[in-house]
């Protein structure tokens, strides 16, 4: 199984190489010696992570290449529906966005505040437009182990908050962690993973760096690390240990009810460490929560701008979803509307990000993947958490289910499959 596809190395400067995939050339950052024209090689994210013998990237491709154009063909059909209609003022202001021109905050908010039917359903058919037309049909899929749920932070709406005594809590040793990474890298073929935790000291920076440096030594993937606010050595170590991205939210841009929320964090120090992993030279995955407790539209006008704002290569917004052992037990949970909303704004406004449908949002509605990738959206996660641990790892109330990793992949790609994309990461 496979989640990206080989390309060929067709020039190389420096630390750059060209990658050719069935004639659409990608630059990715190689950091492999010896690497040379003419190899095969899986990149994921912008950088090299595997090499593929000629024999092994041959037989994928062979089995990729028809598939790999009647996939974009269903996109194509998918995505030229007839746009639906709506007012004039709407009409007009998709127009403005598809074309590239930048809208203003009113314009954005305008958007944000659409409670209309018509008008929702263009504005997400637009979105799917513009993913289409930047970056055609490929779909990240990235592989998350949730490896403890033990947090030293309080965060009024998290399952795992230190204050929640009635979690099961547990911790992987890193002879797990590098097993479960294995797995995935090697029997599922996952190319990039997502290594995530609550803030869990018990990791010293030698346990985490010792568990990147092991995974990076079995196998080629891009590691993501979503550990919290470890500080910045923290970081830096863990880059000079092979880690290549950060996924670390923001929360919500509103410094008040970051406040409010995250008893003793301040939202300013939150954004430093964002930016200094960013300076570090990770790729950065943030972004924020949908529908908390006292969030206005422009809050969230402004959570997407500020992931524009820090760079970030993956955007992750997501829906709060009241979690009975937390202080917001009682909240009202937000919209699947209001986060495709957000998507598909974010989508008008960085029309080559990578933008996720999280897991969250598909325990509110189980085809909310779909619709999210049909609003603009193009990556998901699948969670490979091994067994007990992962259903310990409750950050919000989930649907209880007995699927297997097999079972989540399986019915991943099918969706995919369905919507005419491809599971791939084609690089930068
Ligand atoms: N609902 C939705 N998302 C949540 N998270 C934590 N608690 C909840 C909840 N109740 C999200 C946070 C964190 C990510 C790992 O999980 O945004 O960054």
Redesign the pocket.
């Known amino acids: 199984m496979c989640y990206a596809i080989p390309g060929r190395v067709v020039e190389l400067n420096d630390r750059v190489a060209v990658v050719d995939y069935f004639g659409e050339h990608r630059k990715v950052v190689n950091e492999f010696d010896n690497l040379a024209v003419g190899d095969y090689v899986y990149a994921q994210g912008g950088f090299v992570v595997q090499r593929v013998s000629r024999e092994a990237a041959e037989e994928t491709l062979e089995t990729w290449r028809e598939a790999f154009f009647e996939l974009q063909k269903v996109d194509e059909k998918l995505s030229n529906v007839n746009p639906p209609t709506a007012g004039k003022d709407f009409l007009e202001l998709m127009d403005k966005a598809s074309l590239g021109r930048p809208l203003s905050s009113d314009e954005i908010l305008r958007l944000l505040g659409s409670e209309d039917d018509g008008e929702l359903k263009l504005l997400y058919t637009t979105a799917n437009l513009m993913r289409k037309r930047n970056l055609k049909n490929s779909c990240c899929v990235h592989g998350i182990i949730e490896f403890s749920n033990h947090c030293r932070r309080d965060?009024a709406?998290?399952?795992i908050r230190q204050g929640n005594g009635s979690l099961p809590r547990y911790r992987m040793t890193v002879d797990e962690i590098v097993d479960a990474a294995g797995e995935a890298v090697n029997v599922h073929g996952f190319k990039a993973l997502v290594l995530?935790s609550g803030e869990d000291s018990w990791y010293s920076i030698e346990r985490l760096t010792e568990t990147i440096r092991r995974i990076k030594e079995e196998c080629g993937v891009l590691i993501f690390m979503?550990v919290g606010e470890r500080g910045r050595e923290c970081y830096r170590r863990m880059y000079e240990a092979g880690a290549r991205g950060v996924l670390l939210?923001f929360?919500t841009s509103n410094r008040e009810l970051y406040g409010r929320f995250h008893p003793g964090g301040k939202l300013s120090d939150r954004l430093k460490l964002i930016r200094h992993a960013a300076d570090l030279g990770y790729l950065v995955a943030t972004g924020s929560?949908i529908g908390l407790p006292g969030q206005t539209t422009e809050d969230l006008m402004n959570d997407i701008l500020l992931t524009k704002e820090l760079g970030a290569e993956m955007h992750s917004f997501?829906?709060?979803?009241?979690?009975p052992d937390?202080p917001?037990a009682g909240a009202v949970p937000s919209e699947v509307d209001s986060v495709l909303k957000v998507l598909a704004v974010s989508r008008l406004l960085s029309p080559d990000a990578k933008i996720l449908v999280t897991t969250?949002l598909e325990t509110l509605d189980p085809d909310a993947a779909r619709m999210g990738l049909l609003a603009g959206a193009n990556s998901l996660m699948i969670k490979l958490t091994p067994g007990e641990y992962g259903k310990n790892y409750a950050?919000?109330p989930g649907i209880q289910s007995n699927k297997t990793t097999e079972d989540r992949i399986t019915e991943t790609l099918e969706l995919l499959y369905s919507l005419g994309r491809a599971p791939t990461d084609l690089g930068i």
């Open positions: 965060c709406y998290c399952g995530q979503s939210r929360e929560l997501g829906p709060f979803i009241p979690n937390t917001l969250a950050l919000y």
